[in-house]
């Protein structure tokens, strides 16, 4: 699924933070995920993210995807 608007957007870092999946997205997602995800979802999670990025959404107070999913680690 293509992401399109910052509601798709979150919805898919709620679901890497529902599967446990959540890292740092300045970091390799194939490091970060090793032994939780084969590479190639790891790939697909990066790509999803780098497209996220690449969308510029305005996120508020989380001033970024990264701020939104710190958020997800306190839920």
């Known amino acids: 699924m293509k ?3 910052i509601e798709q ?3 898919f870092i ?3 933070a529902d599967k446990g999946h959540l890292y ?3 970091d390799d997602p194939k490091d970060c995920l090793s032994g ?3 590479k190639e979802i790891a790939t697909e999670y990066g790509a999803k ?3 996220i990025y690449e969308m ?5 107070n989380f001033v970024c995807p990264i ?3 710190l958020t997800k680690l306190n839920d």
């Open 3 to 5: 992401i399109n608007n």
């Open 67 to 69: 701020g939104y999913a």
């Open 14 to 16: 709620d679901d890497l």
């Open 24 to 26: 740092h997205f300045d």
């Open 36 to 38: 939780l995800v084969s």
């Open 56 to 60: 510029q959404f305005n996120w508020g």
């Open 9 to 11: 957007a979150k919805a």
């Open 49 to 51: 993210i780098q497209s």
